[in-house]
């Protein structure tokens, strides 16, 4: 079983509209959470942390739920230039490494 | 200031050659990752380094990889008789000490090919 499981989507929404992103991992003991967004044939780049009590950075809402080793990812008001793929990364018990789903891709069209 | 950065960016090479991929991290990072990522799916981690030592090689695929970091800035994955599924991007991070909540910034990659 893979550590992080996510859904490859892809996902293709209109402008404006919300969009949500789940993904499950299998280490209760796993220690700190992230989404990251990965654009077409470039670098992964840290989006936001997640933390147990949710947190908001402008259109995008992450939530973690420990006891169901479940992360969510919302975006409203969906703008083009999110299109990439949304990575959900968790680090897990050992020190440094992190577990990376296999990602979401996400077109917004006009 | 300046990112992650590697060199090179695309490495084409034939089955059974051996290759370096170099990996600088950004100035004052304690911490250095190497991730290998294959088409349609997320990066897979292959090695940790803590300042000079690795501190977690248990994601190397078998002992045909290598990585060192003599001087705990740049770092060099080494790989031994490539074969075609070690074609794939091979990533390099860093952070500023490798705690927990601290952010591994990633370099461009290296997109190995071997034929």
């Known amino acids: 079983r893979k550590e992080v499981e996510q859904d490859p989507g892809p996902f293709n929404v209109p402008e404006g509209a919300t969009v949500a992103f789940n993904c499950t991992y299998s280490n209760s003991a796993s220690q700190s959470f992230f989404w990251y967004r990965q654009d077409c044939r470039k670098e992964p780049k840290l989006l936001m942390s997640v933390y147990s009590s949710g947190n908001e950075d402008g259109r995008f809402t992450a939530q973690l739920n420990r006891a169901s080793q479940y992360i969510s990812l919302l975006i409203r008001d969906s703008k083009l230039s999110d299109s990439a793929t949304y990575l959900c990364v968790v680090r897990g018990s050992t020190l440094g490494r992190l577990y990376f789903g296999r990602g979401t891709q996400l077109t917004v069209w006009p | 200031g300046a990112g992650v950065s590697q060199t090179p960016s695309n490495k084409v090479t034939e089955k059974g050659k051996y290759v370096e991929l170099r990996c600088d991290p950004i100035s004052g990072h304690t911490a250095l990752y190497w991730y290998r990522q294959s088409l349609g799916q997320g990066p897979e981690f292959l090695i940790y380094?803590?300042?000079?030592?690795?501190?977690?090689d248990s994601g190397l695929p078998n002992d045909r990889f290598f990585a060192v970091r003599p001087e705990g800035s740049v770092s060099t994955l080494k790989i031994q008789r490539t074969e075609r599924g070690d074609s794939a991007v091979y990533l390099c991070?860093?952070?500023?000490?490798?705690?927990?909540?601290?952010?591994?910034?990633f370099g461009p990659g290296t997109r190995l090919t071997v034929l």
């Open positions: 991070a860093s952070s500023l000490q490798g705690q927990s909540l601290d952010t591994q910034y």
């Open positions: 380094f803590q300042g000079t030592g690795a501190a977690d």
